[in-house]
């Protein structure tokens, strides 16, 4: 057991690490409220808002009322 006769190419930079899986790719409907780019896409009718707008909006409808 000898792990020092490996010699592996072991200097290459790191690839890019592949992404969170989305539906598909752009163009994304802009949110309505801040304009970022959401994860709908373009053609989804309504309105549509981004992670944390809808975050938002879903705590602010929790505590209204
Ligand atoms: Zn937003």
Do not use: N
Not at 7 to 15: F, L
Not at 25 to 50: D, H
Request: glycine share 8%; proline share 12%.
């Amino acid at each position: 057991m000898d792990d020092k006769t490996e010699t592996r190419a072991y200097c290459e930079p790191p690839s890019e690490r592949p992404g969170p899986v989305t539906a598909g790719e752009g163009p994304f409907a802009e949110c309505v409220l801040c304009r970022e780019p959401t994860e709908y896409p373009e053609s989804t009718k309504g309105i549509t808002l981004c992670p944390v707008c809808e975050w938002r909006e879903a705590e602010r409808t929790a505590c209204s009322g």
